[in-house]
C-alpha cells in the first residue's frame, strides 16, 4: 500500500515556498507565547524527587510527619564540626560554646536548644551551669585537670562519646573532631527533615547566617545541615549551565561555520536552534513541570537533533541548486523529501524518548515528555520555519546585496571526502553477508558482556565533586564554579564519625497500637534476627515505644509495677490495658521520647534497628522486608529508612533503563514497519534500517561497563536515547536509499546514498557529538557521563548507518528486487504514480 501522503507534504511545499512570509510571522507568534512561560518554569534538584510515590519513601514521610512534637512548631537543626589538635582542650571546647551562645542571641537564628560535648563537661564540673553563659564562665575558672577529669567521668555517656571522633581516647582525654547541635524553631509545616532533597529549604538562610558567624568566631567549626546541602543542590545547577551552555554554544557556532560556510545560512540554523529552546522551555513553564537537574541535557538534546535538521536541510537545498533549479524549485524538491525522512526521524525519536513515561520515576518521565515534546517542536521549526526563512532570504539576496559566501554541498562524488564515506559501500559490495554475520555475533558478545553493568542512585550523585578540577577553577567570573563543601563534609563525617558503627533501618507499622498484642507484635519481630542485624541473646538491639517502656520502668518504681500488672507472660512487655500505659508514659519525663516511636493517634509505631557496619545496602534491605513480614493480624508493616529507599530507586533505574528499552526499541520497529508500509509500501525495510541501532545500543551498553559508569538518575535514558538519536542517521540513509534505488542499480544508489547524506550526517555527528560531549565540563560528573555515553551514542550510530547499514540495505534488496541492476519499481523507469512535482522536476538530477 502506497499512501498518497504528497497531498499534505505539496500543501507545506506551497505554504513554505509561495508564502514564506506569512509561515515566519506565524512561528513568530507562537515564540512570543512560549517566551510568556519561561517566566513560569520552577525548578527541582536533590534525591527526593526521584523517590515519590515509592512505598519506602511514603512511610518515610509518614516516620517524619508522625514521630515528632505535636506542638504549633516544627523543628530543624544546625551541626557544628568541629576539627583541632584535640577538641576537648579547654581553649577549644570555649571556642564551641561562645559560638553556641552568638548563635543563641540571634533572633534570626530561632535558636530553641543547644548541646555539645563541651556543655556536657562544664555540667559535669559544675551540675548548676545549665545556661550557656554558666558553662562558659565555669570552663574559663576550669584547670585542665579539671576538664580532663570531667571528659574521663564521660567516657561511658552516650550523650557524650556519640559527639566525638571514633579517634576518642579516653585516657588523654583527646579527640580529634566533635559536633554540637543547635535546634531551631519553625513555623508549622516547614520542618527541615527532608530539606536538601527536594531543592529548598527554610534553613538555608538560618545556616548560610550561622556560617558567616562561624567565619568570624574562632577555633576550626564549621556549620553543615539540610539547608547547606539545599544550597548546593541548587547551585551546582546553575553553575553547570553557566559552564556547559557557553561552551556547547562555541563548539556548535565553530562547526556550523564548517557545515555551512555562509554567514546568512549559520546566524538563521542558529535563530533556529535558539527558538527550539525557547519553545521547549517555554512549553516547561506552561505546563507547569519542574526543571530538574536531568533536563539539563534537554537543551544540548535539541540542539543536536536541530542541528542535524538543519544541517540536511540547507544540504539538500545546495545539492538542488547545483543541478540549476531556481530558489522555489529547489526548495519544493529538498522539502518534499526531507519533510517526510524528517517526520520518520521525529516519529521514531519522539518514541525513544517518550519510552521513558513506563518509568516509576517522576523525574525519568518528565524528562521523557519534555524531550519528546521539545523534539516536535524541533521538527516544525526545521520542518517548515527554516525552509521558509531560508527561500525568503535567497530571494532577498537576488534584489539586495546580501553577501553569499558558499553554497556549494558538503560531499560531492569524486572528493576525499566522498571516497572515506563510501566505506560501507565497497564493503556491501564484496562481501555483505559475512560483515553483517560477524557485526551481529559482535553486537551478541557487547550484548551480553553489558549485563554486568552496575546500577546506583546516592546523595552525591545531585552534588558538586570534593575536589572541583583545576581547569573548571581556573575559569574567570561569572563561569568559575562556587565553593563547594558539602561532599568533603559528608565525606569527613562517615569517615570519623561511622566508620566503626553499622547504620539503621526502620519498621513502620500501621495499626491500633492500644489492642492487647500490639506491643507483643513490636517484641516478637526483633527475636531471631537476621544476620545483618546487631543482635545479643539472639534478640535484635533496637528502639522503639517498648525499649522507652522498658527504660522507664527501671527508673519509675510505679510504672514498673503497672507494667508488671498488665504483663500476662511475664516478659517485660505489658499485654493489658495499653491505653493506661501509654498515658502514664505521656505524662512521665520520658514523654518525648515516646513520641518519637509512638504516633499521637496511637495508630502507629517505628522500631529503629541497629544493622552491623559490614552489611551491604541490599542485605540490610533484604532483611527489614523480612523482619517487616513478621507482623500479623490487623498491622501492616514496612521497611523504609534512607538506605532502603535509595536502594529501591536503584532497583527503579535499572528496571526503568531495561523497560525503557524494550519500548523503544519494540515501538520504532512497529513505527517503521508501518510508516514504510503506508509511505513506501516497503515494510520490509525497516528490518535493514534498525540493525544499525541494534549494534549501537549494544555496544553503547558494553562501553558503559568498560568505562565503569554505571546506571544512575542521569544514564538511565542512555539507551531509549541512543535508539531515539540514532535512529535518525540510519533513517535519513534508508529514506534517500529509496528515492535513489527507483532512478537506478543497488551499488550506485547506495554510492550516491552516502556520499550526498553522509556529508550532511558528518557534519551533523561532529557538531552533536561535541555539542553534548561538553556536558563533561559539568561541575557533576553523572552529568558529565551522560555527556560523554551520549557523545560515544552518536558516534556509534554515525559509523554503523554508513558502515553497517550498507551491507544489510544490499541483502534486503536481494530479497525485495528482482533484478540489483535495474531501478526498482516505481523509478525513473517506471510510469509516475503521482502527479507530484518530484515526479516533474527530478529528471536528471542527482536527489
Given at each position: 500500500?502506497?499512501?498518497?501522503?504528497?497531498?499534505?507534504?505539496?500543501?507545506?511545499?506551497?505554504?513554505?515556498?509561495?508564502?514564506?512570509?506569512?509561515?515566519?510571522?506565524?512561528?513568530?507568534?507562537?515564540?512570543?507565547?512560549?517566551?510568556?512561560?519561561?517566566?513560569?518554569?520552577?525548578?527541582?534538584?536533590?534525591?527526593?524527587?526521584?523517590?515519590?510515590?515509592?512505598?519506602?519513601?511514603?512511610?518515610?514521610?509518614?516516620?517524619?510527619?508522625?514521630?515528632?512534637?505535636?506542638?504549633?512548631?516544627?523543628?530543624?537543626?544546625?551541626?557544628?564540626?568541629?576539627?583541632?589538635?584535640?577538641?576537648?582542650?579547654?581553649?577549644?571546647?570555649?571556642?564551641?560554646?561562645?559560638?553556641?551562645?552568638?548563635?543563641?542571641?540571634?533572633?534570626?537564628?530561632?535558636?530553641?536548644?543547644?548541646?555539645?560535648?563541651?556543655?556536657?563537661?562544664?555540667?559535669?564540673?559544675?551540675?548548676?551551669?545549665?545556661?550557656?553563659?554558666?558553662?562558659?564562665?565555669?570552663?574559663?575558672?576550669?584547670?585542665?585537670?579539671?576538664?580532663?577529669?570531667?571528659?574521663?567521668?564521660?567516657?561511658?555517656?552516650?550523650?557524650?562519646?556519640?559527639?566525638?571522633?571514633?579517634?576518642?581516647?579516653?585516657?588523654?582525654?583527646?579527640?580529634?573532631?566533635?559536633?554540637?547541635?543547635?535546634?531551631?524553631?519553625?513555623?508549622?509545616?516547614?520542618?527541615?527533615?527532608?530539606?536538601?532533597?527536594?531543592?529548598?529549604?527554610?534553613?538555608?538562610?538560618?545556616?548560610?547566617?550561622?556560617?558567616?558567624?562561624?567565619?568570624?568566631?574562632?577555633?576550626?567549626?564549621?556549620?553543615?545541615?539540610?539547608?547547606?546541602?539545599?544550597?548546593?543542590?541548587?547551585?551546582?545547577?546553575?553553575?553547570?549551565?553557566?559552564?556547559?551552555?557557553?561552551?556547547?554554544?562555541?563548539?556548535?557556532?565553530?562547526?556550523?561555520?564548517?557545515?555551512?560556510?555562509?554567514?546568512?545560512?549559520?546566524?538563521?540554523?542558529?535563530?533556529?536552534?535558539?527558538?527550539?529552546?525557547?519553545?521547549?522551555?517555554?512549553?516547561?513553564?506552561?505546563?507547569?513541570?519542574?526543571?530538574?537537574?536531568?533536563?539539563?541535557?534537554?537543551?544540548?538534546?535539541?540542539?543536536?537533533?536541530?542541528?542535524?535538521?538543519?544541517?540536511?536541510?540547507?544540504?539538500?537545498?545546495?545539492?538542488?541548486?547545483?543541478?540549476?533549479?531556481?530558489?522555489?524549485?529547489?526548495?519544493?524538491?529538498?522539502?518534499?523529501?526531507?519533510?517526510?525522512?524528517?517526520?520518520?526521524?521525529?516519529?521514531?525519536?519522539?518514541?525513544?524518548?517518550?519510552?521513558?513515561?513506563?518509568?516509576?520515576?517522576?523525574?525519568?518521565?518528565?524528562?521523557?515528555?519534555?524531550?519528546?515534546?521539545?523534539?516536535?517542536?524541533?521538527?516544525?521549526?526545521?520542518?517548515?520555519?527554516?525552509?521558509?526563512?531560508?527561500?525568503?532570504?535567497?530571494?532577498?539576496?537576488?534584489?539586495?546585496?546580501?553577501?553569499?559566501?558558499?553554497?556549494?554541498?558538503?560531499?560531492?562524488?569524486?572528493?576525499?571526502?566522498?571516497?572515506?564515506?563510501?566505506?560501507?559501500?565497497?564493503?556491501?559490495?564484496?562481501?555483505?553477508?559475512?560483515?553483517?554475520?560477524?557485526?551481529?555475533?559482535?553486537?551478541?558478545?557487547?550484548?551480553?558482556?553489558?549485563?554486568?553493568?552496575?546500577?546506583?542512585?546516592?546523595?552525591?550523585?545531585?552534588?558538586?565533586?570534593?575536589?572541583?578540577?583545576?581547569?573548571?577553577?581556573?575559569?574567570?567570573?561569572?563561569?568559575?564554579?562556587?565553593?563547594?563543601?558539602?561532599?568533603?563534609?559528608?565525606?569527613?563525617?562517615?569517615?570519623?564519625?561511622?566508620?566503626?558503627?553499622?547504620?539503621?533501618?526502620?519498621?513502620?507499622?500501621?495499626?491500633?497500637?492500644?489492642?492487647?498484642?500490639?506491643?507483643e507484635e513490636v517484641y516478637r519481630a526483633g527475636e531471631n534476627p537476621p544476620d545483618s542485624f546487631v543482635s545479643e541473646d539472639r534478640r535484635a538491639e533496637s528502639?522503639?515505644?517498648?525499649?522507652?517502656?522498658?527504660?522507664?520502668?527501671?527508673?519509675?518504681?510505679?510504672?514498673?509495677?503497672?507494667?508488671?500488672?498488665?504483663?500476662?507472660?511475664?516478659?517485660?512487655?505489658?499485654?493489658?490495658?495499653?491505653?493506661?500505659?501509654?498515658?502514664?508514659?505521656?505524662?512521665?519525663?520520658?514523654?518525648?521520647?515516646?513520641?518519637?516511636?509512638?504516633?499521637?493517634?496511637?495508630?502507629?509505631?517505628?522500631?529503629?534497628?541497629?544493622?552491623?557496619?559490614?552489611?551491604?545496602?541490599?542485605?540490610?534491605?533484604?532483611?527489614?522486608r523480612h523482619v517487616a513480614s513478621k507482623f500479623r493480624g490487623n498491622y501492616d508493616a514496612i521497611a523504609t529508612g534512607s538506605t532502603i529507599v535509595f536502594l529501591?530507586?536503584?532497583?527503579?533505574?535499572?528496571?526503568?533503563?531495561?523497560?525503557?528499552?524494550?519500548?523503544?526499541?519494540?515501538?520504532?520497529?512497529?513505527f517503521l514497519v508501518f510508516i514504510y508500509w503506508l509511505l513506501e509500501d516497503l515494510p520490509s525495510i525497516a528490518i535493514a534500517n534498525l540493525v544499525p541501532i541494534?549494534?549501537?545500543?549494544?555496544?553503547?551498553?558494553?562501553?558503559?561497563?568498560?568505562?565503569?559508569?554505571?546506571?544512575?538518575?542521569?544514564?538511565?535514558?542512555?539507551?531509549?536515547?541512543?535508539?531515539?538519536?540514532?535512529?535518525?542517521?540510519?533513517?535519513?540513509?534508508?529514506?534517500?536509499?529509496?528515492?535513489?534505488?527507483?532512478?537506478?542499480?543497488?551499488?550506485?544508489?547506495?554510492?550516491?546514498?552516502?556520499?550526498?547524506?553522509?556529508?550532511?550526517?558528518?557534519?551533523?555527528?561532529?557538531?552533536?557529538?561535541?555539542?553534548?560531549?561538553?556536558?563533561?565540563?559539568?561541575?557533576?560528573?553523572?552529568?558529565?557521563?551522560?555527556?560523554?555515553?551520549?557523545?560515544?551514542?552518536?558516534?556509534?550510530?554515525?559509523?554503523?548507518?554508513?558502515?553497517?547499514?550498507?551491507?544489510?540495505?544490499?541483502?534486503?534488496?536481494?530479497?525485495?528486487?528482482?533484478?540489483?541492476?535495474?531501478?526498482?519499481?516505481?523509478?525513473?523507469?517506471?510510469?509516475?504514480?503521482?502527479?507530484?512535482?518530484?515526479?516533474?522536476?527530478?529528471?536528471?538530477?542527482?536527489?
Open positions: 500500500m502506497d499512501l498518497d501522503h504528497q497531498r499534505v507534504v505539496d500543501w507545506a511545499d506551497d505554504h513554505i515556498v509561495e508564502r514564506p512570509g506569512k509561515v515566519m510571522l506565524a512561528f513568530f507568534v507562537v515564540t512570543a507565547v512560549f517566551m510568556v512561560g519561561l517566566g513560569n518554569v520552577s525548578t527541582e534538584a536533590g534525591t527526593q524527587q526521584f523517590a515519590e510515590d515509592i512505598p519506602a519513601q511514603e512511610a518515610l514521610d509518614k516516620v517524619n510527619d508522625e514521630f515528632s512534637s505535636s506542638f504549633g512548631e516544627d523543628t530543624g537543626s544546625t551541626q557544628l564540626i568541629q576539627r583541632d589538635q584535640n577538641v576537648l582542650s579547654k581553649q577549644s571546647m570555649l571556642n564551641m560554646l561562645r559560638l553556641q551562645q552568638k548563635l543563641s542571641e540571634r533572633p534570626e537564628m530561632r535558636v530553641s536548644s543547644t548541646s555539645s560535648a563541651a556543655s556536657v563537661v562544664a555540667q559535669t564540673i559544675d551540675p548548676n551551669a545549665t545556661t550557656l553563659d554558666q558553662q562558659i564562665t565555669t570552663l574559663e575558672r576550669a584547670t585542665q585537670t579539671d576538664v580532663r577529669q570531667a571528659v574521663r567521668q564521660n567516657a561511658d555517656n552516650p550523650a557524650f562519646t556519640g559527639t566525638l571522633s571514633n579517634d576518642f581516647n579516653e585516657e588523654d582525654a583527646s579527640a580529634s573532631a566533635t559536633i554540637g547541635v543547635v535546634q531551631h524553631t519553625l513555623p508549622a509545616g516547614l520542618s527541615g527533615s527532608s530539606a536538601g532533597q527536594s531543592g529548598s529549604s527554610p534553613l538555608t538562610p538560618i545556616q548560610t547566617q550561622a556560617q558567616r558567624i562561624a567565619a568570624t568566631s574562632g577555633g576550626d567549626i564549621t556549620v553543615f545541615g539540610s539547608g547547606i546541602i539545599s544550597q548546593e543542590f541548587s547551585t551546582v545547577t546553575t553553575d553547570s549551565l553557566l559552564i556547559v551552555t557557553p561552551a556547547a554554544v562555541l563548539l556548535i557556532v565553530m562547526f556550523l561555520v564548517i557545515a555551512y560556510r555562509d554567514l546568512v545560512d549559520l546566524l538563521l540554523g542558529a535563530f533556529a536552534l535558539a527558538m527550539a529552546v525557547i519553545w521547549t522551555f517555554g512549553f516547561l513553564g506552561l505546563a507547569g513541570i519542574p526543571f530538574n537537574q536531568i533536563m539539563i541535557a534537554v537543551p544540548p538534546l535539541l540542539l543536536a537533533v536541530g542541528i542535524d535538521f538543519g544541517i540536511h536541510a540547507v544540504n539538500r537545498y545546495r545539492e538542488d541548486r547545483e543541478t540549476g533549479l531556481g530558489i522555489d524549485e529547489a526548495m519544493r524538491v529538498a522539502t518534499d523529501q526531507l519533510l517526510v525522512a524528517f517526520f520518520i526521524v521525529t516519529g521514531t525519536t519522539v518514541i525513544g524518548f517518550l519510552s521513558n513515561l513506563a518509568s516509576d520515576l517522576a523525574p525519568i518521565r518528565d524528562f521523557g515528555v519534555v524531550a519528546g515534546v521539545g523534539i516536535t517542536f524541533t521538527f516544525l521549526i526545521f520542518g517548515v520555519f527554516l525552509p521558509a526563512a531560508k527561500v525568503w532570504i535567497d530571494h532577498k539576496r537576488e534584489r539586495y546585496p546580501i553577501p553569499t559566501f558558499s553554497e556549494s554541498p558538503l560531499g560531492q562524488e569524486g572528493s576525499a571526502l566522498g571516497d572515506v564515506l563510501s566505506v560501507g559501500v565497497g564493503i556491501a559490495d564484496k562481501a555483505p553477508v559475512v560483515f553483517l554475520v560477524a557485526t551481529l555475533l559482535l553486537s551478541a558478545g557487547a550484548g551480553a558482556y553489558a549485563t554486568g553493568v552496575d546500577t546506583s542512585f546516592s546523595q552525591e550523585d545531585f552534588l558538586p565533586p570534593e575536589e572541583v578540577p583545576a581547569y573548571l577553577q581556573a575559569l574567570p567570573e561569572p563561569f568559575a564554579p562556587s565553593d563547594y563543601s558539602v561532599v568533603s563534609q559528608l565525606n569527613f563525617l562517615e569517615d570519623k564519625f561511622t566508620s566503626t558503627q553499622g547504620g539503621s533501618v526502620t519498621i513502620y507499622v500501621e495499626g491500633r497500637m492500644e489492642n492487647d498484642a500490639a506491643l528502639e522503639s515505644i517498648v525499649t522507652v517502656i522498658q527504660s522507664l520502668a527501671e527508673q519509675d518504681e510505679e510504672f514498673a509495677a503497672l507494667v508488671e500488672r498488665n504483663d500476662a507472660d511475664d516478659n517485660g512487655v505489658p499485654d493489658d490495658n495499653l491505653g493506661e500505659i501509654y498515658d502514664y508514659l505521656e505524662s512521665s519525663p520520658m514523654s518525648s521520647q515516646a513520641s518519637q516511636y509512638l504516633a499521637e493517634d496511637h495508630r502507629s509505631t517505628r522500631v529503629v534497628y541497629t544493622v552491623s557496619a559490614d552489611a551491604s545496602d541490599r542485605e540490610a534491605t533484604n532483611d527489614a529501591e530507586v536503584s532497583d527503579l533505574i535499572f528496571t526503568s533503563a531495561v523497560t525503557s528499552l524494550a519500548l523503544a526499541l519494540g515501538g520504532t520497529v512497529v541494534v549494534a549501537s545500543v549494544a555496544f553503547v551498553a558494553a562501553t558503559m561497563r568498560l568505562l565503569g559508569i554505571s546506571f544512575n538518575a542521569f544514564t538511565a535514558t542512555i539507551l531509549s536515547l541512543t535508539i531515539g538519536l540514532g535512529i535518525d542517521y540510519s533513517v535519513h540513509v534508508v529514506h534517500r536509499f529509496i528515492d535513489e534505488r527507483k532512478e537506478t542499480d543497488v551499488m550506485t544508489a547506495l554510492r550516491r546514498t552516502v556520499v550526498g547524506t553522509g556529508g550532511a550526517l558528518m557534519g551533523s555527528m561532529f557538531t552533536t557529538a561535541f555539542g553534548i560531549g561538553v556536558l563533561v565540563l559539568s561541575v557533576l560528573s553523572v552529568l558529565g557521563q551522560f555527556g560523554v555515553l551520549t557523545a560515544i551514542s552518536i558516534v556509534y550510530s554515525f559509523v554503523t548507518s554508513l558502515v553497517v547499514l550498507p551491507p544489510a540495505l544490499v541483502i534486503w534488496d536481494r530479497f525485495a528486487n528482482d533484478d540489483p541492476n535495474e531501478p526498482m519499481g516505481g523509478g525513473r523507469d517506471s510510469p509516475p504514480d503521482s502527479d507530484s512535482p518530484m515526479n516533474a522536476t527530478a529528471d536528471g538530477e542527482l536527489l
